[in-house]
């Protein structure tokens, strides 16, 4: 088994706080896992745009004053049904690795 991710519900829910630009929601993942995870432009804006075409984000051109025009991204009521699908389907991931791996703690293994 590989070890799994779910990039796409984690962009989902730093934009359950309001709509971003992709810098803003990769700086926004990497804050809140403690710097732990960090999505790079290469992969960050083919999940924006698949997530899009899904329906889950929408994309809007926002102004700035002497700077060039950026898109920000926010969620959709879709895409706030379909992050709580992925959210249970990770819970449950979560839940059955954390059981196999219940027996590390027991383990006496030196660290030398």
Not at 25 to 32: G, L, P
Not at 92 to 105: H, I, K, N, Y
Request: hydrophobic content about 40%; glycine content about 10%; overall charge neutral.
């Amino acid at each position: 088994m590989a070890y799994r991710t779910d990039t796409r519900a984690l962009v989902m829910a730093v934009l359950t706080g309001g709509p971003l630009h992709g810098y803003g929601i990769s700086k926004a993942i990497r804050e809140r896992s403690g710097s732990a995870l960090k999505l790079g432009e290469g992969q960050l804006y083919p999940i924006l745009h698949e997530l899009e075409e899904m329906g889950c984000v929408v994309a809007e051109w926002e102004m700035q004053e002497g700077d060039p025009p950026r898109r920000v991204y926010a969620l959709t009521e879709k895409g706030k049904k379909e992050l709580a699908k992925r959210a249970a389907k990770w819970s449950e991931f979560t839940a059955a690795v954390g059981s196999v791996l219940s027996v590390a703690p027991q383990l006496n293994v030196s660290h030398e």
